[in-house]
């Protein structure tokens, strides 16, 4: 039997998610005819974990009561080092499995998890350590296993998509044991180099305004020459998880190449991106950031077969 972890959904109780659906199944039969309005629409799938209500992403917004994420953990109580099974299920508003996801970026239901002290990143899939069975869609049961280095607080973020809409939630987890993680250190510096990769990040504007669009573009060059060979990771250029440095938001984007760009209001493009096999040096990542604050930044791009991640931090006015 799975057990429920120490976790909490972000930027709302847990017994509020059920108050809401209470007050969904009752207030039509108090009044008649009446409509509840749905959410407003949000930009990417950017979303600041609103009590498991997975979040859509513009024209394709669903209503919050319609998709329900929730996340379990064997062992329940999480030790540092310890390998441990996540499990995410996603139901309906009524309850029900949701049993037609789509696949996007090549995967069916992807799952990131980082550290509060951002030291630690990864980017994971079901399919990395089990069969995606009959099975686990019948139920909408996807896990994925994780050892936690250390001790401390933990995102845990799930995307998928159905019926050409895109599913968003995020957790924090407590991990207990030891060694303790630290806290993050604040660095924007803005060259640095990733294994023989050099990598500049510039952003337009250059002051990142909160409710406004930005753009991070990155400029990768190898023994002081551009890397004109990138190649496709999971069907994007460049996949990218932002995280807000007190946990409450969270972004998951993917990078686009320069003259490309399409904003954020061609989603169905975004799911099935169409990448040229080799391009570089320059990627482009249009973003909205929800709230002031330090954002870190976690990228991905391939290069001659090897995954490289990228990590920066922007400050958002």
Known sequence: MTNKPNISLKGRDVCLRYVFVLIAVIMPLIFCGSAFSEMAAMHEHNHSGHGGEGQMKDMHMMKASEVVVDLETVPAELKAGSEAKILFTIKDGEG??????QITHDRLVHVVIASADFTMFAHIHPEEFWPITDEMKRKAEYPVRFTFPKAGQYIAAVDTAAKDNLISEHFTVDVGGGPKMGTFTKDLSREKKFGDLSVTLTTVPETITAGKEATLKYMIRKDGGPVTDLEPYLAAPMH????????????????ELPGASMGHEHMAHMMHMNVPKKFGPEIDVPVLFPARGLYQIFSQVQHKGRVAVLSFMVEVQ
């Open 96 to 101: 029900k499995p949701v049993q037609d996801l």
């Open 240 to 255: 990218v998880a932002i995280i807000s440095s007190d946990l409450e938001n969270f972004m998951h984007e993917h990078g």
